[in-house]
C-alpha cells in the first residue's frame, strides 16, 4: 500500500506530475497553469512558475511609463519607455518534463534494459554536449514550449510560430538516432550530441526540434488530421545482424555455387564473416484524439529541414475515442517472451496491453465501470504490493488502482487497489478527494506523486517483507537421527517448506505428480503431508520464515509484533519450541 510522507497544497487541481530520475525534485503544474518544482527531501518550493498570461512585470512596468504623460510630477524609467513585452501569454500548460544530462541517461538506460534486458550495456550520456551545465523545465503550452533553466533561472521560448502556427500538446524526447542522427552520434556506445524533441501538435502531425539549434529538423505525419495527445520513446531492440554487402556477397556466392568450387569457398568465406551489431534507434509511439495509435521511425532518413517528413512505420485503430496515456514496462523474464510491453488508456475507459515488437493487442481490461484511466505510471515490480503488481492508474477516483503487467490470467483479477486518498489529503469542495494523475519515480520506484484535486501527494510504498515462507534443504540432514516408522510417507516428496498460515506454522510436503489437463500429460504438484510446527495465535502483520543449514531448527519472526520463535526437530520426529521472546528478525549462520 501507499503511504502519505507530505502533500502540498494547491488552489486548484494538480493534473501533472513528474519526478526528476536523480534530483530530489517534483515538478507538477495545476489547472490554473501554476508550475512548481518541490523538494521532496525538504518539502519545500524551489520555483514557483505563474503561466497562462503574457509578462505580467514587464507589462506593469510599460503601463507605469505611460503615467508621465498625463502626470508631469511624475519621472518614469527612461530605459524602459519603449518597453514592449517580449514574452507571449502561454496558454494552457499541457506537459512538464525534466530535461538534462541525467534524464538523458536514465531514460534510455531503463528502456534499454525493458527492451533489450541485461545481454548489452545502455549507451552512455556523456557525449550529450548540448545538455553540458543546464538542468531543463521542458513546459508544454498552448502558445509555446518553454525552456526554463533550473540552474540561472533564465526562460528560453519556442513560440508558435516556428512549429508552423499549430498548438504543441505532448512532447517526449529522443537521444539514439543512429547514422542519421542530427549533430551526430559517434558510435553506438554513445547518445546524440544533441537531443532531438518529438513535439505532438493540434494537426496530427509531430514536429522534431533539435535542441541545439532550437529548429524543426523533420515532421512526422500521417493520414489523418487529428490532434496528438499523447507521445512516448520506443526503443528498438539491439541485435546482431549481416551488413547489407556481406548478405548479397552470401547470395551471389550460394547460386553460383552449384556450378563452381571456388564460389562456394568464396560464399563460405562471407557466412563465416562476423555479425554486425546494430544497435537501438529511438521510435516514437504516438496516440491520437480519434483513438488511433502511431509508431514513426524518425531517425530511417537524413533529417535537417522542417519540410522533411516522415510517414508512419505503422499505424492502427487502439481505442475508440481518445489516447491519454502509453507506457513502455519490461515483460516476462523467459527468454522466449522476452518483448517488452505497451500499455494505452483511452477516453473509451479501455486499458491495452501491446507487445512492444509487434504491436499486436494481448489483452485489453476496463478499470472502472464509471471513469477512464487518466494517466499511467510503471513501477518496479520488487517494490510495489505482492511483486506482481507493477502498472499504477488513477480513475478520477479516491484510490489508485495498481495492475499485472504480466497477466496471463483474466485481466479483470489482476486489478487492486494500493492507495485511498479518503482520510489521507484534503477533500476540498468534494465527497472525498480524487487523484488526477500519478507518477513514480524511475530511480527510487519505492516513492510515487499522486495529483489530487486539493494538491500533490508525496507517497511511499510500504516495505515489502519476502513471502511467509522458507524451503526446506533439499537433502534433509536431520533425517538421518529420525526412526524410518516416523519418517513421512514413502511417497516420493520432490520438495518441503515452512509456511506461516493462519494461526499456525506448518511444514509442507509436495511431490509432482502427472495428471491430464486438457488432453495433455502435465506434471502438476500434490500436497503430501502437512504438520504443524506451532502456534501464531496473537501475532500479528507478516511474518518471516528462516530455517537453519541442515533443516533442524525453524525460525518465525513477526516485526509487526516484536516477537519471534524457534522450533526443533526431534529424535521423535516432532517439532518444539525451544527459544522466543522479543525481536525483529532472525538469521541463521550458514554452518549451523
Not at 514587464?58 to 511624475?74: I, P, R, Y
Not at 542519421?180 to 547518445?191: E, K, R, S, T, V
Not at 489483452?363 to 499511467?376: E, G, M, N
Not at 500434490?526 to 541442515?550: C, F, K, N, P, W
Request: aromatic content about 8%; proline content about 7%; some cysteine.
Amino acid at each position: 500500500m501507499l503511504q502519505l510522507r507530505g502533500f502540498a497544497g494547491t488552489p486548484d487541481k494538480v493534473k501533472l506530475v513528474e519526478f526528476h530520475p536523480v534530483q530530489p525534485w517534483l515538478a507538477f503544474a495545476d489547472k490554473s497553469d501554476n508550475v512548481r518544482v518541490w523538494d521532496w527531501t525538504t518539502q519545500q518550493t524551489l520555483h514557483d512558475l505563474q503561466l497562462g498570461g503574457a509578462d505580467d512585470e514587464g507589462s506593469m512596468e510599460a503601463a507605469m511609463n505611460t503615467v508621465s504623460v498625463k502626470d508631469t510630477a511624475f519621472v518614469s524609467n527612461p530605459s524602459a519607455l519603449s518597453y514592449t513585452p517580449s514574452r507571449v501569454a502561454s496558454g494552457k500548460v499541457k506537459q512538464v518534463r525534466f530535461l538534462d544530462s541525467e534524464v538523458a541517461y536514465w531514460q534510455t538506460a531503463t528502456q534499454h534494459y525493458m527492451v533489450n534486458g541485461s545481454s548489452t550495456n545502455p549507451p552512455k550520456a556523456a557525449n550529450v554536449h548540448a545538455l553540458d551545465g543546464t538542468r531543463l523545465l521542458v513546459v508544454v503550452c498552448e502558445n509555446k514550449i518553454l525552456l526554463y533553466d533550473l540552474n540561472t533561472r533564465k526562460p528560453y521560448e519556442v513560440p508558435r510560430a516556428v512549429l508552423d502556427n499549430k498548438t504543441p500538446t505532448c512532447v517526449t524526447f529522443l537521444f539514439r538516432g543512429g547514422q542519421y542522427a542530427p549533430g551526430g552520434q559517434p558510435d553506438a556506445d554513445n547518445l546524440m550530441t544533441s537531443p532531438v524533441l518529438a513535439i505532438g501538435c493540434s494537426d496530427g502531425a509531430v514536429r522534431l526540434l533539435h535542441l541545439a539549434t532550437l529548429r524543426v529538423v523533420g515532421k512526422l505525419v500521417g493520414n489523418h488530421k487529428a490532434s496528438i495527445s499523447c507521445l512516448s520513446t520506443l526503443p528498438t531492440k539491439a541485435a546482431f545482424k549481416l551488413a547489407d554487402d556481406q548478405q548479397q556477397s552470401a547470395a551471389r556466392g550460394s547460386k553460383q555455387a552449384a556450378t563452381k568450387r571456388s564460389d562456394q569457398t568464396s560464399a563460405a568465406a562471407a557466412a563465416a564473416t562476423p555479425p554486425v551489431f546494430t544497435p537501438s534507434v529511438d521510435l516514437v509511439l504516438g496516440g491520437d484524439s480519434a483513438g488511433a495509435l502511431w509508431v514513426w521511425e524518425p531517425f530511417r532518413v537524413p533529417l535537417g529541414s522542417p519540410d522533411r517528413e516522415i510517414g508512419p512505420k505503422m499505424s492502427w485503430a487502439g481505442h475508440s475515442a481518445e489516447v491519454w496515456a502509453a507506457c513502455l514496462t519490461p515483460g516476462p523474464e523467459d527468454p522466449e517472451l522476452a518483448s517488452a510491453r505497451v500499455f494505452t488508456s483511452g477516453a473509451d475507459h479501455r486499458l491495452v496491453a501491446w507487445d512492444a515488437s509487434s504491436f499486436s493487442e494481448l489483452w485489453r481490461t476496463k478499470l472502472d465501470a464509471k471513469s477512464p484511466a487518466t494517466s499511467l505510471a510503471y513501477s518496479h515490480r520488487y517494490f510495489n504490493l505482492s511483486g506482481a503488481h507493477a502498472l499504477l492508474a488513477t480513475v478520477n477516483g479516491p484510490g489508485v488502482v495498481a495492475a499485472y503487467t504480466l497477466a496471463s490470467l483474466p485481466p479483470e483479477k489482476g486489478l487492486r487497489t494500493c492507495a485511498n486518498l479518503a482520510g489521507l489529503t484534503p477533500p476540498g469542495t468534494k465527497k472525498v478527494p480524487k487523484a488526477y494523475t500519478v507518477a513514480v519515480s524511475p530511480v527510487r520506484p519505492n516513492l510515487a506523486a499522486v495529483g489530487t484535486n486539493t494538491g500533490m501527494a508525496f507517497m511511499t510504498f510500504d516495505r515489502m517483507y519476502p513471502l511467509p515462507v522458507a524451503a526446506m534443504p533439499l537433502r534433509n540432514l536431520a533425517e538421518a537421527h529420525v526412526s524410518p516408522a516416523l519418517r513421512l510417507p514413502h511417497e516420493p516428496a520432490a520438495a518441503s517448506y515452512v509456511a506461516h498460515v493462519g494461526d499456525s506454522v506448518t511444514l509442507v510436503a509436495c511431490t509432482a505428480v502427472e495428471r491430464d489437463v486438457g488432453g495433455v500429460k502435465q506434471l502438476v504438484p500434490q500436497v503430501v503431508s502437512q504438520e504443524r510446527l506451532g502456534d501464531a495465535a496473537g501475532r500479528t502483520g507478516r511474518a518471516i520464515v528462516g530455517v537453519s543449514s541442515t533443516g533442524e531448527y525453524v525460525s518465525v519472526c513477526w516485526p509487526a509484533s516484536r516477537s519471534y520463535a524457534v522450533y526443533y526437530r526431534t529424535l521423535a520426529a516432532t517439532w518444539q519450541q525451544v527459544d522466543g521472546g522479543l525481536g525483529v528478525d532472525v538469521a541463521w549462520h550458514s554452518h549451523r
